[in-house]
């Protein structure tokens, strides 16, 4: 399953590994950084002032490559919440610069120009950039839905289509659509990808894990549903962070987990890490010492709950407006987005910006996404009842007097 | 001199370019990203604590692609503390994260399998991966030095050898050197390579800028010397970062700056935001703002003077230090090494971990290198006896009595 970088790259035993090797002495001349002498940090006062209750060496310092192993544990263990993923066997996740670095290191280790990269329809546009433009390979789709419902058997002709090696992008809840199927829905997807001959290699983009609204959704990570799949023919990737899951946006923690048996991920693990190396280097420290204090702290799943009631009331709210403006959109259920249909998406845009609202058009669909992750309640009964006006103005420009504000007198 | 995956790349029209034009908007749902709905973060309590005296808002939402305009801005002012680069004509500095993620969006825009990659000998590692492995490109070297001076000479013999497009990494002071030419070798240097036939670009990798510790070096950064090239033949890339510069490891904020006119700075500066986002979207916001807040007070060169006369106390120890034990090294002047010449340095460097003492060994140039930036001025003493100790023990073990442990009593 691997690219010719993937076979060809390995862990170079240069600074980074013998800084590894020197860890535990007590005179460490292996890094060029700039410490005190005796482990602590040398930093500007003024980085000192900025930092507040982290310490300066947990923020300054270089974190170790591949990701500090307390928080690459810790991640395992948020993981673990999920019982599927609790029993999948797999790597320790190796800390990524958000979650599109994770998916750029997959593109690296798995995509050739003559792989079939498939992604769903609608889907993230930056995965055509991450996993197929980089790495030189065309990218085709696979539709999503099927009406309301998850795509299975036109997925399954789609694979079945030609029998190059592939890559396929599983991404539910699913950015822009706002779309989880249902448990029986996710199996039967599960099944079709079990089954395909391979060699596939299947990422599980998780990024909005955890956002579901609705009862009799997929519960967990799709990976899970790949646990104990045929490793010759398939291999699950699951690409997750603190981005959304922790609403750490800017901090940049995304993770990178292989499923598979110790001496793989050992194996897959070494070539991310130096891809990664070739790449970025190492990961910020800030951002990792803020999720693992995150992580640890007792009353998390208390202060996330508390997120997460807002963005359902959000949701809610945005249904019923959608509802009473007679809207149409994807099936939407989850995630912070809806994916609203309209006829001229980029005008609908153009003219929401002139009354002062922002949304992101999707031409190629026919839709305009709402994101209400960053609409308060109280806005999004407005946003919609804009957007209805919007639709409505694009379609039919409403007539009005000439008001030539250069003729007319001040 | 731009690669296939160069010449192809554009930054998409996607949801960052559509977020950007609703910066303004009174309603933003355009961003997967969760706010109080007014522009405020929603962030877990405990993140809160965390994050001290920094804005939640400049911690952990997403950065602007390309990196937070205001820290571009000032960070430009900051590179022009260099007369020379102040007037050459640059784009805007563009966020990276980390000098490594720079030098592989070089890779990206510059290097196709055919390109020759030219990078000093002895060199860092790294370069290895990132300008070369991974764009399927072989990597050749030029020899830094000629004995104790930089080697002009042998660089225009290495140049001419044919005329395929290359990339040149000129990385002053070095690492792992600790090397920094004279004013006069350098301006020999930016002569050479401004009337070599080119297609050339020039990657100043200015990672240890400004930690010099000698008179009579060149001042400033070596791109300033490659100020009014000529386009057509020579394009001059700045990499440089806060890592070193503001002792910011941890922090992974770079820059990349391209020396061109404003109409193709426009466009390189595009088409690297486009590799950006393809490979790890935007940069951690934390880092940025604290780089930012670091560059804003008033007491910034008082601060870093302070760390920088540490810095020069320990290397002024090591060189008496290493008078004292007649060890041989590459000529070493500024940043944070010294590459000290032994016979076999992996056994060296080995014997050094048992005594509890960490260096790194470079076989390809027969030396070890000892970074006095994690060393305080008390133990460079103890780190260079030990090393002197090591490279005798392995040059003639000394024959010691048997002491078998397990057949000893007790």
Same mark, same amino acid.
């Given at each position: 399953?691997?690219?010719?970088?993937?076979?060809?790259i390995?862990?170079?035993?240069?600074?980074?590994?013998? @800084?590894? #090797?020197? *860890?535990?002495? !007590?005179?460490?001349?292996?890094?060029?950084? =700039?410490?005190? /002498?005796?482990?602590? +940090? &040398?930093?500007?006062?003024?980085?000192?002032?900025?930092?507040?209750?982290?310490?300066?060496?947990?923020?300054v310092?270089?974190?170790?490559?591949?990701?500090?192993?307390?928080?690459?544990?810790?991640?395992?263990?948020?993981q @673990?919440? #999920?019982? *599927?993923?609790? !029993?999948?066997?797999?790597?320790?996740?190796? =800390?990524t610069? /958000?979650?599109?670095? +994770? &998916?750029?290191?997959?593109?690296?280790?798995f995509?050739?120009?003559?792989?079939?990269?498939?992604?769903?329809?609608?889907?993230?546009?930056?995965?055509?950039?991450?996993?197929?433009?980089?790495?030189?390979?065309?990218?085709?789709?696979?539709?999503?839905l099927?009406?309301?419902?998850l795509?299975?058997?036109?997925?399954?002709?789609?694979?079945?289509?030609?029998?190059?090696?592939?890559?396929?992008?599983?991404?539910?809840?699913?950015?822009?659509?706002?779309?989880?199927?249902?448990?029986?829905?996710?199996?039967?997807?599960?099944?079709?990808?079990?089954?395909?001959?391979?060699?596939?290699?299947?990422?599980?983009?998780d990024?909005?894990?955890?956002?579901?609204?609705?009862?009799?959704?997929?519960?967990?990570?799709?990976?899970?549903?790949?646990?104990?799949?045929?490793?010759?023919?398939?291999?699950?990737?699951?690409?997750?962070?603190?981005?959304?899951?922790?609403?750490?946006?800017?901090?940049?923690?995304?993770?990178?987990?292989?499923?598979?048996?110790?001496?793989?991920?050992?194996?897959?693990?070494?070539?991310?890490?130096?891809?990664?190396?070739?790449?970025?280097?190492?990961?910020?420290?800030?951002?990792?010492?803020?999720?693992?204090q995150?992580?640890?702290?007792?009353?998390?799943?208390?202060?996330r709950?508390?997120?997460?009631?807002?963005?359902?009331?959000?949701?809610?709210?945005?249904?019923?407006?959608?509802?009473?403006h007679?809207l149409?959109?994807?099936?939407?259920?989850?995630?912070?987005?809806?994916?609203?249909?309209?006829?001229?998406?980029?005008?609908?845009?153009?003219?929401?910006?002139?009354?002062?609202?922002?949304?992101?058009?999707?031409?190629?669909?026919?839709?305009?996404?709402?994101?209400?992750?960053?609409v308060?309640?109280?806005?999004?009964t407005?946003?919609?009842?804009?957007?209805a006006?919007?639709?409505?103005?694009?379609?039919?420009?409403?007539?009005?007097?000439?008001?030539?504000?250069?003729?007319?007198?001040?």
């Amino acid at each position: 399953m691997l690219s010719g970088l993937g076979r060809r790259i390995s862990y170079p035993s240069g600074v980074p590994a013998q @800084a590894a #090797d020197a *860890r535990h002495t !007590r005179i460490n001349a292996t890094i060029g950084q =700039v410490t005190d /002498g005796a482990g602590g +940090a &040398l930093v500007l006062p003024r980085v000192r002032e900025l930092l507040g209750s982290l310490e300066a060496e947990d923020a300054v310092l270089y974190a170790a490559q591949g990701g500090e192993p307390s928080l690459r544990a810790a991640w395992a263990q948020w993981q @673990a919440r #999920d019982p *599927r993923v609790a !029993r999948a066997a797999r790597s320790l996740p190796l =800390v990524t610069q /958000g979650l599109t670095h +994770a &998916l750029s290191i997959v593109s690296d280790l798995f995509v050739d120009p003559e792989t079939r990269v498939l992604v769903p329809e609608p889907c993230w546009g930056n995965y055509r950039g991450c996993l197929g433009l980089r790495r030189g390979a065309a990218v085709d789709s696979y539709p999503l839905l099927q009406g309301d419902r998850l795509a299975v058997d036109e997925i399954a002709r789609t694979l079945a289509k030609d029998s190059r090696p592939k890559v396929v992008v599983v991404n539910l809840p699913s950015n822009p659509v706002g779309f989880t199927p249902t448990q029986a829905e996710a199996e039967a997807l599960a099944e079709v990808l079990r089954s395909a001959p391979g060699p596939l290699v299947v990422v599980c983009d998780d990024a909005y894990l955890g956002m579901g609204w609705e009862p009799d959704l997929l519960q967990g990570s799709f990976f899970g549903l790949l646990e104990g799949a045929d490793p010759e023919r398939l291999l699950a990737v699951k690409v997750d962070g603190a981005t959304k899951e922790l609403f750490l946006f800017g901090a940049r923690v995304g993770f990178l987990t292989f499923h598979a048996e110790p001496e793989v991920a050992a194996v897959l693990e070494d070539k991310a890490k130096a891809v990664a190396r070739a790449t970025v280097s190492s990961m910020s420290r800030m951002g990792q010492e803020l999720v693992l204090q995150t992580l640890k702290q007792a009353e998390l799943h208390t202060q996330r709950e508390a997120i997460r009631r807002v963005l359902a009331g959000r949701y809610r709210a945005l249904r019923a407006a959608m509802e009473a403006h007679d809207l149409e959109a994807y099936p939407f259920n989850s995630g912070f987005f809806a994916l609203v249909k309209v006829a001229e998406p980029e005008a609908v845009r153009r003219r929401l910006l002139e009354r002062g609202v922002g949304v992101v058009a999707f031409p190629e669909v026919g839709a305009v996404r709402l994101s209400y992750g960053s609409v308060s309640e109280a806005d999004v009964t407005e946003l919609v009842s804009e957007l209805a006006a919007a639709i409505a103005h694009v379609a039919r420009p409403v007539a009005t007097p000439s008001h030539d504000p250069v003729a007319s007198p001040s």
